[in-house]
């Protein structure tokens, strides 16, 4: 198969990128490289089926371009800063709204008919039933990202009923391991090598959060919309809510990521059991709708946790980029 990887030198898509290859299908890497590193992709440059296309989702006429006997693609280009949203408010319409719908305008150009998205669970707002099942009401949106990601997955499932589209929308809770270029981990680490003494912590400590290790998150998205599939379904949209089923308090987070640093920081907590507007103090999700197809996520929160301080540790050079 022949996919095309929006994002793919970003933290997502260049493992996704990976593991395509070793799959032995070949892929086409489109990324602006906003804020996608091209060393996330030493490893899959060196493999002949991957072509990488420097490109904008929003430059319609190169990502035509690129679209050309293409079978599938997975849409992992998007800002994924949520944090920013209300300082710049148009930045999640234009780059995750509009950016999806242009992907879409290109495949239906092409003809390519499947999609597979990267949504997320900021998309479920502030959910009342905890862990979230996919079903679960409506949500009030605390985010523009949020808002931004279900108006995505909106034109996805209407582009399925309207065009014949296979669409799967993927909501994942906050990623960890090596790669890992943003999160609460990352801003942890960044501090502490600063200065090792204090650790400042946004809210007090008590938000109860789920995290995935990339590499089961990519392994569940291989294994239902590849694996799993019936060929020649369309008019479908599939959503699956993708975490581990267990989550941490942010303060056992911290405790993992000093022990593994080698320090013992005075800890500063902040006032209010959210980080920031948008900031949701649970995050879990219902994950039996994926674990029902045979996947199941191989790390714990712990081991995904220390795994990515010791990735930040060993490549420092991503504190300078991000
Ligand atoms: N990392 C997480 O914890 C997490 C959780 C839930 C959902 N997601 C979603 O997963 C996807 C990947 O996130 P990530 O963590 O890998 O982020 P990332 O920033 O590392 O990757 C995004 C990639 O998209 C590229 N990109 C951004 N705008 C583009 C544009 N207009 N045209 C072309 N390329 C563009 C960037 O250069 C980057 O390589 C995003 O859609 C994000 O919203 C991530």
Same mark, same amino acid.
Request: charged fraction near 45%; avoid cysteine; proline fraction near 6%.
């Given at each position: 198969m022949r996919y095309l990887v929006t994002g793919a030198a970003g933290f997502v898509g260049s493992h996704l990128t990976d593991a395509l290859l070793a799959r032995g299908h070949s892929v086409i890497g489109y990324d602006n490289l906003s804020t996608g590193?091209? &060393?996330?992709?030493d490893a899959a &440059? &060196?493999? @002949? &089926?991957l072509r990488f296309v420097r490109g904008d989702i929003l430059d319609s006429s190169t990502l035509r371009g690129a679209m050309k006997?293409? @079978?599938a693609v997975f849409h992992m280009a998007a800002n994924a800063d949520v944090r920013g949203g209300f300082a710049a408010p148009r930045v999640d319409l234009e780059q995750n709204t509009i950016g999806t719908f242009e992907v879409l305008e290109a495949m239906r150009d092409a003809g390519v008919m499947r999609m597979v998205f990267a949504s997320s669970s900021v998309a479920l707002g502030e959910p009342d039933v905890v862990p979230t099942p996919e079903d679960c009401a409506i949500p009030r949106q605390t985010s523009l990202y949020g808002a931004a990601k279900m108006a995505g997955e909106g034109l996805i499932a209407a582009y399925a009923e309207g065009y014949g589209f296979e669409g799967y929308a993927f909501r994942f809770v906050s990623l960890l391991g090596p790669?890992?270029?943003?999160g609460h981990v990352f801003d942890f680490v960044k501090q502490l090598l600063a200065d090792p003494t204090v650790l400042r912590i946004l809210g007090d400590g008590t938000q109860r959060k789920s995290y995935l290790h990339v590499e089961d998150c990519v392994r569940a998205m291989l294994h239902i919309a590849e694996d799993r599939r019936t060929p020649g379904t369309p008019g479908t949209f599939e959503v699956f809510h993708l975490g581990v089923p267990a989550c941490c308090l942010v303060r056992e987070s911290a405790a993992w990521i000093c022990d593994e640093m080698g320090v013992s920081p005075r800890l500063e907590f902040g006032t209010g059991n959210r980080g920031w507007i948008g900031d949701s103090p649970v995050v879990f999700l219902d994950v039996r709708k994926a674990m029902s197809t045979g996947w199941a996520p191989q790390h714990s929160i712990e081991e995904s946790v220390r795994q990515t301080v010791r990735w930040l540790l060993g490549n420092r050079w991503i504190f300078d980029r991000r």
């Open positions: 590193q091209e &060393r996330f992709l &440059r &060196r493999s @002949d &089926r006997g293409v @079978d790669r890992y270029p943003h």
